[in-house]
């Protein structure tokens, strides 16, 4: 048998479907991390590099080399990955482990002998500096540095990936790299999938890097580069703190600099350089400096051009934000989007909440439900018998919750929320039209179904529990599943939006381009037009699309647009869309922005994310 048979075309799609977000690289169910990962992480190690192993083999593109070998063989077939992968994409990458397993038994019993990448000079002086196990030029561990999902930029194939212990350490690859004339660029999780961490020189992984010192009494936290959004949440939230962070998989000094950091938490704590008490860099040149200090490059002012980095970060002192104990989640449902953003506007002006987001159909639908078919049936059943075109979520205590009920007709609390969750499938089986028509209110749907008579009738209609929701998953994960949505956490709002583990599932189906634009709340036509043009764009190449998130800013001045569109980015034809679609979506953004104030979009804000969020909203 040729070893290449045990990866058939179904192993092979599954493999080349990974996203790239890294949720792999953290531990956010609990099911504990990939093992030999945790020992050696290398992103090779982690079922994200196996599965682009297992794509790179497929197609011949590398041959079985030592690492190769010892990548396959570490595999201990715990089945951490498939739960993992599963909650947010609903793939499961243990068959690919399984076929790479099987693949390389055949090779071996063939008499294949795994190859020895030579070391040259550059990766000699760099195992000096970071040690023997840290520097690698063999392409079973490059591999998983070539390549992510945007499909204008790689595969790039780096020449070599170094994983430094320590900030001297990292300093002194830089000034090497600098001296030597080799292209060097510095890589948290790679989850920008922009393409952004592609070199053929060297990829500095910062994931040794991971020390977090919080400091409580001064509400800050100094963390390493190699510090993720939800390992810095997690440290925080023991504390009675939290941090204004977003994707979880995201290196938080990454995340700053790369796009200055939103989240729905931006309402309160703001974006860029409103994080930072101080950073530290190192630049292209190896030369170290603070922000704070007189003499420091400004990396707080912003320039409205594509701009180069201010260098890499190798420690960074962020702001940790009181929490009370009376903090909910609530929604609050819309028939029209323009009557929501109003809303949002409204409450950002009189501070009213912390966390606040509009959210379109597909977030909502997709956030709460653990499969995609249940999340389309859920979205029909929210918008087309619920006639909740959009929701703003809040997060408040109880003033603002109490607030917000004096504002508008109907809200969907915690406990409610945590009902639809956990019976939607049996929402979407439901005869809730019958129901709805029956009820014959000039009231938009929801209101009537959200009552107080009204809820006792929903609860027994959805007999809410973790078996219900389980119901939902394939027989063998159902029992994990189960397990899971027994924690409190997985439906409570504040949980959820602190930690943001189920924003991933909007790129369930397929890959999310995700477009962020700087914009002014009011008036709400701004938004519209770009949201239709977007809309038309998307329309004229085929393009799946839709409304993400939208979040206020400063008072409800300002907001952050997402516009999101999903590809196949294993498709060549979805590629090419892209290809056209990206320059006619440049020019209207930017046309837009030359007609309004405070619309800016977010490549603009690349490397420039440590700037005072005053100087590109304002301007
Ligand atoms: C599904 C999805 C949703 C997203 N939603 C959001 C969102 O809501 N809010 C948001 O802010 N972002 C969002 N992003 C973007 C993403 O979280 C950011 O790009 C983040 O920076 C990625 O972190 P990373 O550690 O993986 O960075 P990488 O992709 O590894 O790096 C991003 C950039 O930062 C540079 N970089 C990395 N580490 C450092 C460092 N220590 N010092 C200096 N530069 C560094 C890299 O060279 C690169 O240019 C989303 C991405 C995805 C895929
Ligand atoms: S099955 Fe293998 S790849 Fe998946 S988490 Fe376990 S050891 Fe890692």
């Known amino acids: 048998m040729n070893p290449l048979d045990h990866i058939p075309e179904e192993i092979r799609r599954t493999a080349s479907q990974c996203r790239h977000y890294a949720m792999c690289k953290i531990d956010y169910l609990d099911t504990g991390l990939c093992p030999p990962a945790k020992k050696t992480p290398f992103v090779s190690f982690f079922p994200q590099g196996r599965m682009d192993l297992c ?10 080399t030592q690492a190769a070998a010892d990548i396959i063989s570490s595999c201990t077939l715990c089945g951490s990955c498939d739960r993992q992968c599963h909650f947010v994409t609903g793939m499961r990458p243990m068959k690919v482990m399984q076929a790479l397993k099987a693949f390389l038994e055949t090779f071996l019993e063939k008499g294949g002998v795994p190859v020895l990448i030579p070391e040259d000079d550059t990766l000699k002086a760099l195992k000096q500096m970071v040690g023997e196990q840290w520097a690698t030029n063999d392409p079973a561990h490059l591999m998983a540095y070539a390549d992510d999902p945007f499909p204008l930029a790689g595969p790039q194939m780096p020449g070599y990936v170094v994983l430094p212990g320590s900030a001297e350490e990292l300093v002194e690859i830089v000034r090497f790299a600098d001296k030597a004339g080799i292209p060097a660029v510095v890589r948290g999780n790679g989850g920008s999938v922009f393409g952004f961490v592609f ?17 409580p009494d001064n509400w800050t936290a100094v963390i390493e580069p190699g510090v993720t959004s939800f390992e810095l949440q997690k440290a925080a939230s023991e504390k009675g703190f939290r941090v204004n962070t ?13 796009t200055g950091l939103f989240s729905t938490w931006a309402n309160v704590y703001g974006v860029g350089a409103d994080h930072i008490v101080d950073m530290t860099f190192v630049d292209r040149h190896g030369r170290v400096f603070n922000a704070n200090d007189k003499t420091a490059p400004n990396v707080f002012g912003f320039q409205k051009a594509v701009r180069p980095s201010p260098g890499i970060c190798l420690e960074a002192r962020v702001r940790m934000h009181p929490v ?12 029209t989007f323009a009557d929501a953003v109003s809303f949002a506007r409204d409450i950002s002006r009189r501070r009213i909440g912390l966390a606040v987001g509009i959210l379109g159909g597909h977030y909502l639908s997709t956030f709460m439900s653990p499969t995609q078919s249940l999340a389309e049936q859920t979205r029909e059943v929210f918008s087309g018998i619920l006639e909740m075109t959009c929701v703003v979520s809040v997060i408040g205590d109880k003033y603002a919750r109490s607030s917000i009920r004096q504002m508008v007709p109907c809200v969907i609390d915690s406990r409610t929320f945590r009902m639809f969750m956990l019976g939607l499938p049996q929402l979407v089986r439901s005869d809730l039209a019958d129901i709805v028509q029956g009820l014959e209110s000039d009231r938009p749907a929801y209101e009537t179904v959200l009552s107080k008579e009204m809820l006792p009738v ?4 959805l007999s809410p529990s973790p078996e219900t929701l389980a119901a939902a998953i394939e027989d063998d994960l159902r029992g994990f599943y189960q397990d899971l949505y027994r924690r409190p956490h997985m439906t409570d709002m504040v949980w959820l939006t602190m930690f943001r583990i189920v924003s991933a599932r909007m790129s369930r189906h397929r890959h999310m381009f995700a477009f962020l634009i700087y914009v002014p709340l009011a008036p709400v036509a701004v938004i519209q037009e770009l949201m239709a043009s977007f809309a038309d764009i998307a329309e004229k190449y085929g393009i799946e699309h839709d409304l993400g998130f939208i979040t206020p800013l400063d008072l409800g001045k300002r907001g952050i647009l997402e516009y999101d569109y999903y590809i196949d980015h294993t498709d060549s034809t979805d590629a090419e869309k892209i290809r056209l679609a990206m320059p006619e979506i440049e020019t209207m953004v930017d046309q837009v922005s030359r007609s309004y104030k405070g619309v800016t979009f977010l490549k603009y804000i690349f490397s420039q994310g ?9 301007t």
Do not use: H
């Open 324 to 335: 009370t104990d009376d903090e909910e989640g609530l929604l609050v449902p819309f028939t």
């Open 55 to 64: 794509a790179a083999l497929a197609k011949d593109r590398i041959p079985v």
């Open 610 to 618: 440590c700037a005072r969020k005053e100087n590109f909203l304002y």
């Open 458 to 461: 929903l609860e027994a209609v």
């Open 246 to 258: 977003a994707e979880p998989a995201a290196t938080v000094c990454g995340n700053i600099v790369c």
């Open 199 to 215: 070199t053929p020189g060297i990829v500095i992984d910062v994931n040794r890097m991971k020390k977090i010192l919080l400091d």
